[in-house]
């Protein structure tokens, strides 16, 4: 196993490409010119590449030197992140929950659940991984999160995944769209119209394109986009049609710069849930997330 890369040597590494200046990282280090010189050195010997190439009085990045670059800021970062978890940690009656969910429940169905949870541990410290775009299983896979709130995973035996709700889902177009005046969705002319969806991983997009299959419809889709805001900010400007849950987009609704219309005879639905791994004792704050969710499904709808 290779040894670690010192992690002082990366700091004053990631330092010395945004300055391009020995001088000026070694102030922000309180450390001397030569001493910041010797650990580059030191870095680029023990990689066995060259890191740093001078261009007039200032340094700039071999290829080399950009490939630890980008590794070594995401690094540090996650080193922070070690650090104040840690910290946090330390305090009496501290309790974390590192949650994975998609902006959307955060905003229709975390919140309430969250001053809920306040009450019953006001030392909470509460750890949101944005969903939008990765699958459940990945955010678990990494350990970024505990639990995940959103749409019913593929099916996978490493984990348990807990139903809460089913939802309507529903094909959303700009007032302006064609189908918007006619209050229905024309079938004949679903497979002319444009449809931005999330990328081909993205569960609500499999539902989708699985539901018009049965009807041998192919949806041309002209974007993909794995944030639901994104996606309904595009639709709003007329460059598309899309399909989403009635939670997701009640607010546009009651503004009245989206209309939401049924996809056809049959309903599309969406089952969502909390996933964990299987097998995984959940802690009485975890518990408490998931009960305090099921009261809450209800209301979302």
């Not at 050195?41 to 060259?50: F, I, K, S």
Request: charge should be neutral; charged fraction near 25%; hydrophobic fraction near 40%.
């Amino acid at each position: 196993m290779e040894a670690p890369i010192d992690s002082r040597q990366l700091k004053a590494f990631v330092l010395l490409a945004k300055t391009g200046s020995y001088s000026e990282t070694g102030k922000h280090l309180f450390l001397t010119q030569s001493a910041v010189s010797h650990a580059m050195r030191t870095l680029e010997g023990d990689l066995g590449c060259r890191l740093l190439a001078r261009l007039g009085r200032r340094m700039t990045l071999t290829e080399a030197g950009e490939a630890l670059f980008h590794h070594a800021q995401s690094i540090l970062k996650e080193m922070e992140r070690a650090r104040t978890a840690l910290t946090s940690l330390n305090k009496w009656g501290f309790q974390r929950l590192r949650l994975g969910a998609e902006t959307a429940f955060c905003r229709q169905m975390l919140l309430p659940v969250f001053v809920r949870l306040q009450k019953e541990y006001p030392h909470l410290l509460l750890r949101i991984e944005s969903l939008d775009g990765t699958e459940a299983r990945a955010l678990l896979e990494r350990n970024s999160a505990d639990i995940v709130l959103g749409d019913k995973p593929r099916r996978d035996d490493r984990f348990e995944f807990v139903p809460l709700g089913e939802s309507r889902l529903h094909v959303v177009v700009a007032p302006s769209h064609p189908w918007a005046a006619k209050g229905q969705v024309v079938r004949a002319d679903i497979a002319r119209q444009g449809f931005i969806l999330g990328s081909g991983a993205n569960n609500l997009r499999k539902l989708t394109e699985d539901y018009f299959a049965e009807d041998q419809i192919v949806l041309n889709v002209v974007g993909e986009i794995d944030s639901a805001a994104m996606i309904k900010e595009f639709v709003q400007q007329g460059l598309g049609a899309t399909v989403l849950p009635a939670w997701g987009i009640r607010d546009e609704l009651t503004d009245g710069s989206l209309v939401a219309l049924s996809p056809g005879p049959r309903r599309l639905t969406q089952t969502w849930g909390l996933t964990h791994w299987r097998g995984r004792t959940l802690s009485p704050l975890e518990s408490a997330l998931v009960n305090f969710c099921k009261d809450t499904a209800a209301e979302v709808g």
